[in-house]
């Protein structure tokens, strides 16, 4: 069964127990009012009788011809009975209608007594007279209320149905409604293919249903699809081309050494070159391997103060380059929460440190102004260097495997490393922007989602 049908029923399921309380209590209103004006046409019509019988001498003319005059407007199925003190009938034989003597006794105890037989209603008075005190038994059924009833049933069971009907239809239309956001996502979602996963579900800026969070949510796993995808043909389109230099430079030292014998020095020039060529051969190999192990599950995360490791960053790093200085700048709330992050810590040594030995080497180790704050966005590092910069055009391809800025070749590195921290800080859900100027220094912005 379809959501949207399922909701339906359900919203009608809903509205009908309502519904049902709200005609059942109305019902049992209008039945108990019958019942209880009917209770009062019983006790006038006593009356009325008692006086027809026994007050006439008590009355005004005027007064009498009054209840002469209503006598003869008698109940449906009406039928009177009255009793003297001892419980005797009187004036009316009894006949097959009779009352038994505890109902009489409760008559004489409480002065008025209604009751319920069958579809019969029963109202008995205790009439006192200057003749004496009399007991008036009047019972009636009241066709007319019945009736009535009857047709309030019938409209209450016709228009119960007819409102379900209409409650579906209307639930459908209103789930088809709630429901468009859905299947505009499943519709956006049909389009992205393995070669189109840059794509993105809108999200509103600000956020404000459960619809937005969805959204949010696969764009997050589309994100990192693409960074598993990107890692993998990185791998493939890479590996082969820069893992053939180190091997070609490596088989062809250790031919010449073998095409004749050569002095000591030679071998060992040899052996140099091969060490040399091995070296790069395993950094790039271990470099590789990190790019891929980038893709790490969030089995792995963990609480995270950044400013902490910010401080393990810093003393890492002038522990290995004394002559440089990075000086850190804290903007932080008294929240530790604000300032906490979800992830992988290792991961994010490696990225955020790659980014600051760069900024050492490129500006041949003058000082790194680092800085951490947070705002509405999430958690914000800057890191400035004044080093060489990097060109305008080389902006959106220096995150690319191995590539360099031609102003960087002069540098050791291979273009590995902020291709991993790239694919560090997007698997952290981050960004990272970048402004340079050539000759005058970089910006590395870096911000993190904070959802604490």
């Not at 049992?28 to 019958?34: A, G, M, Y």
Request: aromatic share 10%.
């Amino acid at each position: 069964m379809k959501v949207k049908d399922r909701l339906s029923l359900q919203f009608t399921f809903m509205f009908a127990v309502l519904l049902l309380m709200v005609l059942t209590g109305i019902y049992l209103f209008v039945e108990h009012n019958r019942v209880k004006d009917f209770f009062t046409k019983l006790d006038d019509r006593a009356v009325t009788v008692a006086q027809f019988y026994l007050a006439e001498d008590n009355l005004s003319k005027e007064s009498f011809k009054t209840v002469l005059k209503k006598f003869p407007q008698s109940l449906s199925n009406e039928t009177i009975r009255i009793y003297d003190d001892h419980f005797k009938p009187q004036f009316i034989r009894e006949g097959t209608v009779r009352w038994d003597l505890n109902t009489l006794k409760d008559v004489v105890s409480q002065k008025q007594v209604h009751l319920s037989q069958d579809n019969q209603q029963v109202t008995g008075i205790y009439y006192a007279d200057n003749s004496g005190n009399f007991i008036i038994m009047v019972s009636a059924i009241d066709v007319n209320g019945y009736h009535d009833m009857h047709d309030l049933g019938l409209i209450m069971f016709f228009f119960f149905l007819a409102s379900l009907i209409i409650t579906y239809f209307m639930g459908s239309v209103f789930s088809r409604i709630a429901l468009l956001p859905i299947v505009r996502i499943t519709n956006d979602l049909k389009r992205i293919r393995a070669s189109s996963l840059d794509l993105r579900l809108p999200v509103a800026q600000k956020k404000t249903d459960e619809i937005d969070g969805l959204s949010l949510t696969i764009n997050q796993l589309l994100e990192h699809l693409e960074q598993s995808f990107e890692s993998q043909k990185s791998f493939i389109a890479n590996a082969s081309h820069e893992l053939r230099t180190p091997i070609t430079t490596i088989l062809g030292e250790a031919e010449i050494a073998l095409m004749q014998n050569r002095e000591g020095e030679v071998y060992r020039s040899v052996l140099t070159n091969i060490i040399k060529e091995t070296d790069r051969l395993s950094y790039i190999i271990n470099s590789l391997m990190e790019l891929i192990q980038t893709n790490v599950e969030n089995s792995d995360f963990q609480n995270i103060r950044m400013d902490e490791l910010l401080w393990e960053i810093k003393d890492d790093l002038s522990d290995r380059a004394t002559r440089s200085r990075i000086n850190l700048t804290f903007n932080l709330p008294n929240d530790p929460s604000k300032v906490t992050l979800q992830g992988n810590r290792a991961l994010l040594f490696i990225g955020i440190s790659n980014i600051i030995k760069n900024a050492l080497k490129f500006s041949d180790n003058k000082d790194v102004d680092c800085e951490i704050f947070c705002d509405a966005t999430g958690i914000n590092i800057l890191i400035r260097d004044k080093g060489i910069g990097i060109d305008q055009k080389d902006l959106t391809k220096i995150f690319q495997p191995f590539y360099r800025s031609a102003n960087a070749l002069y540098y050791p590195g291979y273009g590995i490393g902020l291709s991993l921290t790239n694919n560090i800080i997007r698997l952290h859900n981050g960004k990272i922007e970048i402004k340079s100027t050539l000759n005058k220094g970089s910006e590395f912005h870096v911000t993190f989602p904070n959802y604490n």
